[in-house]
């Protein structure tokens, strides 16, 4: 998979490879087992301090995406086939619920917002790769 980093973003860097990463993981490009680059070889990518790289890792690791050991690097440790996590729930509808503030107070009504979520989870599911026997 390929990561698209926009530098002039206000968005700090080491967030948007791990949403870039989570956002592979949800188009299936991503799936359980897929081995990411290291934190040597992103870093010397996008000419980027270790550091920074380390920080998405560690990002992906508490959230639960990724698996890390000295043996195989850093793997992708869940993907859209995997068990449904519910703690995690709490902490995903506290985001969620300020994503939607935020459409709210800049003038969005429910219908936009549903209708561009509709989209965007559409956009997931059509990019999800066909499994065997499915039709």
């Avoid at 956002?23 to 991503?30: D, F, K, P, S």
């Avoid at 619920?97 to 599911?125: H, K, M, Q, Y």
Wanted: proline share 4%.
């Amino acid at each position: 998979m390929d990561i698209e980093l926009d530098p002039l973003s206000p968005v700090p860097i080491y967030q948007q490879i791990r949403d870039r990463i989570v956002e592979g993981i949800a188009r299936g490009q991503l799936r359980d087992g897929s081995l990411l680059a290291s934190v040597r070889e992103l870093s010397a990518a996008f000419a980027i301090n270790p550091a920074t790289v380390v920080k998405a890792y560690d990002l992906l690791r508490r959230d639960g995406f990724v698996r890390t050991s000295r043996r195989s690097g850093s793997v992708i440790a869940r993907d859209g086939g995997s068990e449904v996590r519910e703690e995690t729930f709490t902490d995903w509808q506290g985001r969620m619920l300020t994503l939607l503030a935020e459409a709210r107070a800049n003038g969005f009504d429910a219908d936009r917002i549903l209708s561009e979520c509709r989209g965007l989870l559409d956009g997931f599911a059509a990019h999800q790769p066909k499994v065997e026997g499915e039709s």
